[in-house]
């Protein structure tokens, strides 16, 4: 049994900023690339930010360079902060990790539940 869970989320003020945090538990016997996708209401989920093992990030332009995705291998947990959050930012955010559950097994991408970010006044 693994899984992810997400923290940190919540209501905002516009401007604002939001720490969230993901753990990975379980047998876990490695883990590959961690990252944050998010949700918006009535739109496709999107990427939001992704770290590799060796801690190398990549984010989308369309991020505008507000959030930074960190992680702890030897925690098994990745944060995403998040500034200057605007109204379009609500969403629900998830984290995701490919985890090898198994000495010689593959690996398998993971999903945590999600935690809601709502940017409001």
């Known amino acids: 049994q693994v899984q992810l869970v997400e923290s940190g989320g919540g209501l905002v003020q516009p401007g604002g900023s939001l720490r969230l945090s993901c753990v990975a538990s379980?047998?876990?016997?490695?883990?590959?690339?961690m990252g944050w996708f998010r949700q918006r209401p009535g739109k496709q989920r999107e990427l939001v930010a992704r770290?590799?093992?060796?801690?190398?990030?990549h984010y989308p332009p369309s991020m505008k360079g507000r959030f930074t995705i960190s992680r702890d291998n030897a925690k098994n947990t990745t944060d995403l902060q998040m500034h200057s959050l605007e109204p379009e930012d609500t969403a629900v955010y998830y984290c995701?990790?490919?985890?090898?559950?198994?000495?010689?097994?593959?690996?398998?991408?993971?999903w945590g539940q999600g935690t809601q970010v709502t940017v409001s006044s």
């Open positions: 995701t990790a490919d985890l090898q559950t198994s000495p010689s097994g593959i690996y398998v991408g993971y």
């Open positions: 770290i590799r093992s060796g801690y190398s990030a």
């Open positions: 379980g047998s876990i016997f490695g883990i590959s690339v």
